[in-house]
């Protein structure tokens, strides 16, 4: 339905009707231009974004939410005609905010920060120069753009968690015993394990994106959008879960012969379909079809409007602002690269080199250089130590990335327990991470932490945070990892005990070749 100006309501076009034609042409052309800038201003992000939807099913929708959201635009254009445009001057220091956002996801290396910073240019460009009054009419399609972000990854790992958590719960409360261990489950005719696929974050996610546009284009109420818009959240998650205890039930009761290949993703996609298809047609039963009455626009003399002219100057602004962020991050880039190859100072500690430790491996981006050595503990025990070590960190490289984990899904080892904690190592308190890993030979305590712009933290976040501020401060981006592992058997405390003993005897070494190789 397209919206027009009601009886009686002057028509107010966007360029004034008296303004010269070519100061008009050249304002549409400039208004258009500086909407179109930042495709070309930060088209590697763009291209980030593409290749994402291109490698990954979840975020396939990406190609999709530029036209929708142009769509709507469409549909209300009328509004164009209405209201006159009139340039906002304080939407640079916005714009700015934004700019600074993408740059400090470029200095970290964090491409969904700086994805978000340049999909929101777009609104706020258009904020800019339309006007609150103007742009406000375009809110959802502008903001729809959102959308676009190839976002989600950060919650798989809890909602593997949780769906395994539900479809233990529910087997056994089905009266089927169940042996867990972390994400994977044994039942007496079988073994499952909740992986990525298993998570729902498609499910969610698509959920999520074509509940916020039913609600806009059904509703007209925000409380009923709002209610539609959780419900669209929920209802995935829950779904997801029955769809597992389903498949799982499936399988057990056709003795493993069903559910457990490629009817497996179908039986998924066929439930999903139809929850999705219920919760829209109970949703309809609460639509409201009439649009309400458009409030009058006062009629302005053309005096008063702002001519098309205007648009100019503040067009060629928010390019000026939206390319400053990319040709300082340039700069930035050149001053920071270091063309040194990476080589690891040589390293001499206190423990014998000793053999015979798990054939266990991390799976992380390829590092500039890589350390793997085996060491005896006085008490007989071999710790690994590892190092992996990283300059000149890009989206392929990155020492920080969700891609790295300790283990591979399919690998022999996986992680079944994880926790922080902080121990006393060479005079400092160290955070680390730990992790229980299951695999043949029993389970390995691993300890580990991330060495970043000279400093150790257990948090990406923090990490990610030390690197910006490091490049920011031209100091490069240098980076590593090092993890100590250690056989657990069935005692985690003599475990730790083992390790904390190599921390306090090699650490101040490992440390110093860390340092050196930075220098080099």
């Known amino acids: 339905m397209f919206l027009t100006p009601p009886p009686?309501?002057?028509?107010?076009?966007?360029?004034?009707?008296?303004?010269?034609?070519?100061?008009?042409?050249?304002?549409?052309?400039?208004?258009?231009?500086?909407?179109?800038?930042?495709?070309?201003?930060?088209?590697?992000?763009?291209?980030?974004?593409?290749?994402?939807?291109?490698?990954?099913?979840?975020?396939?929708?990406?190609?999709?939410?530029?036209?929708?959201?142009?769509?709507?635009?469409?549909?209300?254009?009328?509004?164009?005609?209405?209201l006159p445009a009139r340039p906002w001057w304080p939407?640079?220091?916005?714009?700015?905010?934004?700019?600074?956002?993408?740059?400090?996801?470029?200095?970290?290396?964090?491409?969904?920060?700086?994805?978000?910073?340049?999909?929101?240019?777009?609104?706020?460009?258009?904020?800019?120069?339309?006007?609150?009054?103007?742009?406000?009419?375009?809110?959802?399609?502008?903001?729809?753009?959102?959308?676009?972000?190839?976002?989600?990854?950060?919650f798989v790992a809890p909602l593997i968690n949780y769906t395994a958590d539900f479809t233990v719960w529910a087997v056994q409360a089905t009266g089927i015993p169940v042996l867990r261990n972390g994400t994977r489950f044994e039942l007496p005719t079988g073994t499952w394990s909740v992986v990525e696929a298993c998570s729902g974050i498609r499910y969610l996610i698509s959920s999520i994106t074509l509940g916020c546009l039913y609600a806009y284009l059904t509703y007209r109420s925000n409380t009923r959008r709002a209610v539609f818009i959780g419900l669209s959240i929920v209802v995935p998650i829950v779904a997801n879960w029955?769809?597992?205890?389903?498949?799982?039930?499936?399988?057990?009761?056709s003795g493993m012969e069903l559910a457990t290949g490629v009817d497996h993703l179908v039986y998924g996609w066929l439930f999903f379909g139809i929850v999705m298809f219920i919760m829209f047609w109970i949703g309809s039963y609460w639509r409201e079809d009439d649009q309400p009455a458009p409030a009058k626009v006062a009629d302005t003399p053309a005096a008063a409007h702002v001519p098309m002219k205007s648009l100019v100057p503040v067009a060629v602004?928010?390019?000026?602002?939206?390319?400053?962020?990319?040709?300082?991050?340039?700069?930035?880039?050149?001053?920071?690269?270091?063309?040194?190859?990476?080589?690891?100072?040589?390293?001499?500690?206190?423990?014998?080199?000793?053999?015979g430790f798990p054939d266990w491996?991390?799976?992380?981006?390829?590092?500039?250089?890589?350390?793997?050595?085996?060491?005896?503990?006085?008490?007989?025990?071999?710790?690994?130590?590892?190092?992996?070590y990283y300059r000149n960190q890009d989206k392929q490289k990155a020492l920080i990335s969700s891609i790295n984990r300790l283990t591979r899904e399919k690998d022999a080892f996986h992680v079944v327990g994880s926790g922080m904690r902080n121990e006393e190592a060479g005079g400092r308190t160290l955070p680390l991470r730990e992790a229980v890993l299951s695999g043949p030979g029993g389970p390995l305590l691993v300890w580990h932490v991330l060495w970043i712009d000279g400093q150790y933290t257990a948090s990406n976040v923090v990490g990610k945070l030390r690197q910006a501020a490091g490049k920011l401060k031209f100091r490069g981006d240098d980076g590593a990892l090092v993890t100590i592992a250690v056989p657990a058997t069935n005692d985690k405390d003599a475990a730790r005990a083992v390790l904390r003993a190599f921390l306090a005897e090699n650490f101040a070494a490992v440390d110093a070749v860390l340092v050196q190789t930075r220098q080099k």
């Open 8 to 82: 009686g309501v002057a028509q107010t076009p966007l360029a004034n009707a008296n303004a010269p034609a070519p100061w008009a042409a050249a304002s549409v052309i400039a208004l258009a231009l500086a909407l179109l800038a930042p495709f070309l201003l930060y088209s590697g992000t763009v291209a980030s974004m593409v290749a994402t939807w291109n490698s990954s099913e979840t975020f396939a929708h990406g190609y999709v939410i530029l036209p929708i959201s142009l769509a709507l635009i469409w549909r209300e254009r009328a509004w164009f005609s209405r």
């Open 242 to 253: 029955l769809r597992a205890y389903g498949i799982v039930m499936i399988g057990h009761t």
């Open 91 to 154: 939407g640079l220091v916005l714009m700015a905010g934004a700019g600074a956002g993408w740059l400090a996801g470029r200095m970290g290396e964090v491409q969904v920060v700086m994805q978000y910073a340049f999909v929101s240019l777009l609104p706020l460009a258009a904020l800019t120069l339309l006007g609150p009054r103007l742009a406000s009419k375009f809110t959802f399609p502008l903001l729809f753009l959102l959308f676009a972000v190839p976002f989600g990854e950060v």
């Open 317 to 355: 602004a928010v390019v000026a602002v939206a390319a400053a962020w990319p040709a300082f991050a340039a700069y930035n880039e050149r001053a920071n690269h270091n063309p040194q190859p990476v080589v690891l100072a040589a390293l001499d500690l206190a423990w014998p080199a000793a053999a």
């Open 361 to 388: 491996q991390l799976d992380y981006m390829e590092p500039d250089a890589r350390l793997a050595r085996t060491y005896a503990a006085p008490e007989g025990r071999p710790v690994q130590l590892q190092l992996l």
